[in-house]
């Protein structure tokens, strides 16, 4: 009844408005699918009845039965069949109802068939709740078609009109954000313990046979799963060997998104993609901020997911100090000058290492090519009390030295004190490396000295060069150390005289103060400045003793980045 009534007021509207379309009006259960409706043609009202049997007919199943349905409808079998137009749409429907767990494991043979470095996409299960293809065909001509229950022509494939919908099964959670969302909890976790801590004792390590094998003694040795090294491991010794492989090597970082055409949308996320502050594709950082994110999504518990990070990070940090310790160049490194503060701190932190490696080698061939070397390190000099009046500021007592850390002679400067002698341009100690988190820690460092001790510690690298180049030149003085370290304040006149610029003759300027202190050293006797081994050593300590928290807060900028760029190989 009520349905009749909103049927009623609908049709006064259609005559009120003029309304030529048909509308229908759903009642009863919604899985029934009931429908009445009306059509008002000028002044022919059409009803629309909706009837459920049991079993149809099967003529009724094929546009020819629908067709002779409307004829009998209409009384008037006079009607040509070309007067009839049909539109048709078939619906194709694929449910997939099942309730799964929601903690459901993957497939694990998809797991094992990723690369040690990849990361996962997919889901735990299927997310299509439903899918649906609704296939067209508009205003046809009846004898057009033929659909009967013979034959049909109406294939999907040759149907001029698809639309498709799709319903989602909710809170099914993909297989990469179940990654990223725990490498965001590890990253707040508050767990104070290391990751050597994690990991326990290696195999015998401080351990006597005793203790090793007082498990077995004491649970009289049925059913015991034998561990020396104290903790069991989820990761395997080959497969841990095949991960760090992996990880080290290293393929073209320039490489742009894969991608079989030119989009202009494309090259801009590509551009934005390499100013972000994290690792070039392909790197060491890269692969292994793939390899842990992998590891948070195998199918195991999460203290075994827990101690597969600290597995592959530990296993990580002992490669880097195998490249340390015998003076081999970093994968993908090598060109490395100073650390990009453009890329990650992990990133900046291998770049340090590889800083000192070239660092340490290069000190090993100066102490091998340096005449009379000697093994002292620490030996120093002490400024003299007192100078004689009668000697120039401007030049050394040093003209009888032997001249030692030479480099190369200048091909246009001579010592102004030594005419017929050309100056020779000294070996001089790499300037100190530093990651952005050393930055801060000298900033800060300055900051709290006093000023004339704070303008010293300025000046430690000018005072090398200083001592090394008159090492290098005896008998020089302060005018020629100024024209090859800053020539700009050596001002030369027409006549082809010289002096040192207004700021540099001034007595109390730093570097003439600096001048006095120098003695001649040469670099290979010199304190040094960079002391790669307690540089790289102080990184590889604090890798070993990292926190959980602290890995992941070095890896979340390359996770995002890996991501983004995973996302975008799916989409291509």
């Not at 209409?74 to 194709?92: G, K, R």
């Not at 030692?404 to 400067?413: A, D, I, Y």
């Not at 020089?476 to 207004?502: A, K, N, Q």
């Amino acid at each position: 009844d009520e349905a009749q009534m909103i049927l009623s007021a609908i049709d006064i509207a259609t005559v009120n408005s003029e309304c030529t379309l048909p509308i229908f009006l759903q009642f009863g259960a919604p899985d029934r699918i009931f429908f009445i409706g009306s059509v008002q043609n000028g002044n022919i009202r059409t009803r629309f009845e909706t009837v459920h049997t049991h079993h149809a007919f099967s003529k009724h199943k094929c546009l020819s039965g629908l067709a002779d349905i409307f004829k009998e409808r209409l009384n008037d079998s006079t009607i040509p069949a070309l007067d009839i137009t049909v539109a048709i749409e078939l619906e194709y429907i694929i449910r997939n109802d099942f309730d799964y767990d929601n903690d459901l494991h993957i497939d694990e043979k998809y797991i094992k068939n990723l690369g040690a470095c990849s990361l996962p996409f997919s889901t735990r299960r299927d997310v299509v709740k439903e899918f649906r293809l609704l296939t067209g065909w508009p205003a046809l001509k009846q004898e057009a078609i033929t659909d009967t229950i013979n034959y049909s022509d109406l294939d999907p494939y040759a149907a001029p009109r698809w639309r498709a919908s799709v319903t989602f099964h909710k809170g099914v959670q993909g297989l990469l954000h179940s990654g990223l969302s725990k490498a965001k909890e590890y990253l707040k976790s508050i767990d104070e313990t290391t990751v050597t801590e994690k990991l326990g004792p290696k195999p015998s390590e401080n351990r006597s046979a005793a203790e090793i094998f007082r498990p077995v003694v004491d649970s009289g040795g049925s059913g015991m799963n034998i561990n020396i090294g104290g903790v069991q491991l989820p990761i395997n010794e080959i497969r841990l060997k095949e991960i760090i492989t992996t990880i080290f090597n290293v393929v073209n970082q320039s490489a742009p998104l894969k991608h079989h055409h030119s989009n202009e949308l494309l090259n801009d996320i590509e551009n934005t993609l390499k100013s972000a502050k994290a690792a070039l594709p392909g790197s060491i950082v890269d692969n292994l901020t793939k390899s842990i994110i992998l590891a948070l999504v195998q199918p195991d518990s999460t203290k075994n997911r827990t101690l597969s990070v600290c597995q592959i990070w530990e296993a990580f940090t002992e490669e880097i100090r195998k490249y340390w310790e015998t003076n081999k160049d970093i994968p993908g490194l090598e060109n490395t000058t100073v650390p990009d503060l453009s890329k990650c701190l992990l990133h900046q932190k291998l770049q340090m290492i590889q800083c000192c490696i070239d660092s340490r080698r290069k000190r090993h061939e100066l102490y091998d090519q340096t005449k009379n070397f000697s093994t002292h390190e620490d030996e120093f000099f002490d400024a003299p009390d007192e100078f004689d009046e009668e000697t120039p500021l401007t030049a050394t007592n040093t003209v009888n030295n032997e001249p030692e850390g030479r480099l190369q002679k200048s091909e246009t400067l001579k010592l102004l004190n030594r005419p017929e002698q050309p100056l020779y341009i000294p070996i001089t100690q790499d300037r100190s490396p530093m990651t952005e988190d050393m930055l801060e820690e000298h900033a800060e460092y300055l900051a709290s000295m006093p000023g004339d001790d704070r303008v010293k510690a300025q000046l430690d690298t000018l005072l090398s060069d200083m001592q090394a180049f008159k090492a290098a030149n005896p008998g020089c003085c302060i005018e020629d150390f100024v024209r090859w370290h800053s020539p700009r304040d050596y001002v030369e006149e027409e006549d082809g005289t010289g002096h040192l610029s207004e700021r540099m003759d001034m007595e109390d300027n730093v570097w003439r103060t600096t001048w006095k202190e120098a003695r001649p050293i040469a670099v290979a006797h010199q304190n040094r400045l960079f002391n790669e081994s307690k540089e790289a050593e102080k990184i590889l300590h604090s890798f070993m003793f990292f926190k959980i928290s602290d890995i992941f807060k070095m890896l979340m900028p390359m996770s995002l980045i890996c991501a983004i760029r995973r996302l975008i190989e799916e989409g291509l």
